[in-house]
């Protein structure tokens, strides 16, 4: 059973325009998440945390938003620029728990 | 630059044929972790040291082994690779376990077993 959910397994924007890339958890005792990048052929680099007493967290161009209620997570990119094309993986984890549950990944594919 | 560094990035084996991938971090990290991506799947973590404790996931295979002989340096060994075992290794990091911990990722071991 996947505790962790992105949809979306591909999603392209032009560049400029907004990215918003979607995660769904079934998890409730899931207190912390995070957003990795990755390449083709490297590993996934962190990109942005947020922690379940917060519902925004931001940092340049990149926002999470955090719905607990929903339980539902979104990454957004503005503006969206050509390298940011890559696989976003959604990840979390519990006070408990020592693994990060990541989820799928979502391809994204900025045009210039 | 403080890393998580991955050696080799690509490993060729052959069936029942014992492999060893090696990851080192400048990190200083306490933590050392071990997944498994398959293709088009999410990483799977298979096992993790805490310092010199080892942690094993209930589900991780007794063919993948691991040791960690100092902070720097983490193994992972498959005893007898089969052909599900082709995939990519990360070694991961943090400073401490469990918690609101940022796992930190080397560029991976890309296995391929023949």
């Known amino acids: 059973d996947q505790q962790v959910k992105q949809n979306s397994p591909s999603l392209s924007v032009q560049e400029g325009r907004i990215s918003i890339l979607n995660c769904d958890y079934t998890?409730?005792?899931?207190?912390?998440f995070l957003w990795y990048k990755k390449y083709p052929a490297e590993g996934p680099t962190f990109l942005i945390s947020?922690?379940?007493?917060?519902d925004k967290n931001e940092d340049g161009r990149f926002t999470v938003f955090l719905n607990k209620s929903a339980k539902h997570l979104s990454l957004h990119i503005v503006p969206s620029q050509p390298g940011d094309s890559a696989v976003y993986f959604c990840?979390?984890?519990?006070?408990?728990?020592?693994?990060?549950?990541f989820g799928k990944g979502t391809t994204l594919s900025v045009s210039s | 630059d403080a890393m998580v560094i991955q050696n080799p990035r690509y490993q060729v084996t052959q069936f029942g044929k014992p492999v060893t991938l090696s990851c080192s971090q400048t990190l200083n990290h306490n933590v050392m972790y071990w997944y498994q991506q398959k293709s088009s799947q999410a990483p799977k973590l298979l096992f993790h040291y805490y310092d010199k404790d080892f942690n094993n996931e209930a589900d991780t295979p007794d063919n993948f082994q691991s040791r960690r002989p100092n902070t720097s340096f983490c193994f992972l060994d498959i005893r007898s690779p089969g052909l599900g075992d082709a995939a990519m290794y990360l070694c991961?990091?943090?400073?401490?376990?469990?918690?609101?911990?940022?796992?930190?990722f080397g560029p991976g071991t890309r296995l391929l077993v023949l």
């Open positions: 947020i922690s379940s007493i917060k």
């Open positions: 990840a979390a984890s519990d006070q408990a728990g020592t693994a990060l549950i």
């Open positions: 991961a990091t943090s400073s401490r376990s469990g918690g609101q911990e940022t796992q930190y």
């Open positions: 998890n409730s005792m899931f207190d912390y």
